[in-house]
């Protein structure tokens, strides 16, 4: 596990690296899902929560779109000092964990979603379709006429071509 060490003058200091790193870094190292620890230089307590938090904060001040709504954020703060905090806190990790397995299989279905709404995509889809059929009338129109006049046709394509 990488020990990270935060010092009072607000920098974070990778030991493995031997160097100060920014919170992009650390936003990087979850993403590699690189396990990692951030403790306060002077104390060794565990700051890596509160470090987590930052980057979740920054992220959402960001702009475009935000994660977690204004709704979202109201209603996780009225848990905070009930009964049902720690089961919310299970069921957020549990929930959030199941999403992630499953997140290939979620994006291939809104991706086929997505593309059946298009109405582009049902045209094209019908286009196909329509030329499929007209290809197989032509290949029956084309037989027919072969043998109307005894196949005679068939040994030459009249365009040169091979259909």
Not at 27 to 56: A, M, W
Not at 83 to 94: F, I, K, N, T
């Amino acid at each position: 596990m990488r020990i990270l060490r935060k010092y009072t003058n607000r920098r974070l200091y990778d030991t493995s690296r031997s160097c100060y790193i920014t919170l992009e870094d650390v936003k990087q190292l979850v993403l590699d899902n690189e396990p990692f620890k951030v403790e306060d230089s002077k104390t060794g307590n565990d700051l890596t929560r509160n470090i987590l938090l930052q980057i979740i904060s920054e992220q959402e001040g960001q702009g475009g779109s935000a994660l977690l709504t204004n709704q979202v954020l109201q209603q996780l703060i009225r848990f905070y000092g009930d009964s049902m905090q720690g089961l919310m806190a299970q069921y957020l990790e549990h929930s959030v964990g199941a999403f992630l397995e499953h997140q290939e299989r979620i994006r291939e279905q809104v991706e086929s979603m997505m593309s059946a709404a298009n109405p582009l995509n049902v045209m094209n889809r019908i286009a196909d379709q329509n030329m499929a059929m007209w290809q197989m009338f032509a290949q029956g129109f084309d037989r027919r006429k072969a043998a109307e006049n005894g196949g005679e046709d068939e040994s030459e394509p009249e365009n040169g071509s091979d259909s």
